[in-house]
T-cell receptor, first 113, second 112 residues
Framework: KAGVTQTPRYLIKTRGQQVTLSCSPI?????VSWYQQTPGQGLQFLFE???????NKGNFPGRFSGRQFSNSRSEMNVSTLELGDSALYLC????????????FGPGTRLTVT | KQEVTQIPAALSVPEGENLVLNCSFT??????LQWFRQDPGKGLTSLLL?????REQTSGRLNASLDKSSGRSTLYIAASQPGDSATYLC???????????FGTGTSLTVIP
């Protein structure tokens, strides 16, 4: 079956702009989590959505937001982009239970200039 | 706050060697621990998932163990191959706050 897909794969934005990233989970998975990966901070948890509700949230400013649709697809939005937001953004899907395995997408590489 | 550490940060071995990667975490209140590999510029590929009640999991040449009480996990790779070259990451799902925490990874190079 198809894996986790993320669009777009690459994105270049200017400081101050906003950006929306999309993630389509594996069919049947109801949980989508988002992560930011940078060379300095490694992989950091942004938030998790389950059945259209945000279930958990990491320690990121309010400029980072997300949502999940009824078909479990999720979007992540970053407003007022800063240079430090340049990163690889990864999403992962799972069935939704606390003990479930996570499956990752290929990521979106965001560059802020 | 949960902290996850991986040692060593980088490892270079000749092909055919058996090797061990280490992962330690500070809070034993976890649901599970998952090992991943990441190729440069790519997403993460799941290797093994160990539930908090389990001691080890095996898949092919890979074996992962978990000692929750001491906050440690090891990933054993048998008969390493050049295709195993990648960064290996461990992640724990903490049941305090229900968040995922990743280690900083071990960069493995297997020399033909």
């Amino acid at each position: 079956k198809a894996g986790v897909t993320q669009t777009p794969r690459y994105l270049i934005k200017t400081r101050g702009q906003q950006v929306t990233l999309s993630c389509s989970p594996i069919s049947g998975h109801r949980s989508v989590s988002w992560y930011q990966q940078t060379p300095g901070q490694g992989l950091q948890f942004l938030f998790e959505y389950f059945s259209e509700t945000q279930r958990n949230k990491g320690n990121f400013p309010g400029r980072f937001s997300g949502r999940q649709f009824s078909n479990s697809r999720s979007e992540m939005n970053v407003s007022t982009l800063e240079l430090g937001d340049s990163a690889l953004y990864l999403c992962a899907s799972s069935w939704g239970g606390d003990f479930n395995e996570q499956y990752f997408g290929p990521g979106t590489r965001l560059t802020v200039t | 706050k949960q902290e996850v550490t991986q040692i060593p940060a980088a490892l270079s071995v000749p092909e055919g060697e058996n090797l061990v990667l280490n992962c330690s975490f500070t809070d034993s209140a976890i649901y599970n621990l998952q090992w991943f590999r990441q190729d440069p510029g790519k997403g993460l590929t799941s290797l093994l998932l160990i539930q908090s009640s389990q001691r080890e999991q095996t898949s092919g040449r890979l074996n992962a163990s978990l000692d929750k009480s001491s906050g440690r996990s090891t990933l054993y790779i048998a008969a390493s191959q050049p295709g195993d070259s990648a960064t290996y990451l461990c992640a724990v799902r903490s049941n305090t706050g229900n968040q995922f925490y990743f280690g900083t990874g071990t960069s493995l190079t297997v020399i033909p």
